[in-house]
């Protein structure tokens, strides 16, 4: 990998007495999507509040663009150049959509730009513009997803990190919203650190990838490789192979534990 524009070294998070992330470590190299996959509970989502700093780590450090952020606010955090989407959407609900984006810029002060941005999401996600004086309360859940992505983007930031944006969408809505994120990787640059359920549709996307286990890293690869694992496709992609189950358990305890 290159080098990083995003990197945690042997970050140990807690939530009140219980460690919800335990010695971990890894690196986002600048304009790659990188995924973590896990399990509910395994800790993906407070690898993103630790670097977000919504939460504080008690060990280690959190490096963006090679200065440590970990004892960072929320607020310094956005506003030099990490966004963050969070689980469950977290649109403001009594704002119109248009509302909503703007706060995405509250950091922003060149106006002209905002007015292209704002156009640039609209680009994006057509049925936005479609909605721009409607409540936010009143989209669906796959427009509310495509709202937060957006209000995020219009903080224009260096890295935007994404909790779970298949969560509670249709199958159909999922391939949108990640076909959607591979553009935007793509097209605006936008280091991506994605944490995700659905490992099928992460790994497809995203070209490097960690596998969390009961808040500990305990497999990193590139996604083309992870996908060939039997222990990925066995327990993320729901893919058994009574051949190989043998060998998948005899090679976790060996290397997993």
């Known amino acids: 990998m290159a080098e990083p524009i995003l990197a945690l070294r042997n970050v140990e998070t807690y939530y009140g007495p219980v460690m919800a992330i335990r010695g971990v470590s890894l690196q986002v190299a600048e304009g790659d999507i990188v995924t973590v996959l896990g399990a509910n509970g395994a800790g993906k989502t407070t690898i993103l509040k630790t670097i977000s700093g919504v939460m504080d780590p008690t060990k280690g450090q959190v490096l963006f663009e090679g200065r440590e952020i970990q004892k960072r606010d929320p607020d310094w955090v956005a506003r030099h150049g990490i966004a963050h989407v969070p689980e469950g959407r977290e649109v403001f609900p009594f704002l119109t959509v248009r509302e909503n984006l703007m706060m995405g810029a509250y950091t922003r002060s ?44 219009m903080a224009r930031p260096r890295v935007m990190l994404l909790d779970e944006p298949s969560l509670g969408l249709s199958p159909i809505l999922v391939k949108e919203i990640y ?37 500990r890293i305990v497999m990193d690869d590139t996604c083309v490789r992870l996908m060939e694992s039997d222990d990925v496709k066995e327990f993320y992609l729901g893919i058994k192979d009574d051949a190989v189950r043998g060998k998948r358990r005899w090679r976790r305890k060996k290397t997993w534990r």
Do not use: C, W
Not at 126 to 139: C, G, I, T
């Open 179 to 215: 076909e959607i994120i591979g553009r935007l990787n793509r097209e605006q640059k936008v280091t991506m650190l994605l944490v995700e359920q659905n490992a099928n549709m992460a790994l497809q996307t995203a070209k490097y990838g960690y596998v969390l286990e009961v808040g």
């Open 110 to 153: 060149d106006h002209a730009g905002v007015r292209q941005d704002v156009d640039m999401v609209y680009g994006y996600f057509p049925v936005l513009k479609e909605r721009a004086d409607q409540q936010a309360a009143y989209l669906s859940g796959g427009q509310q997803q495509m709202l937060a992505i957006g209000r995020a983007l």
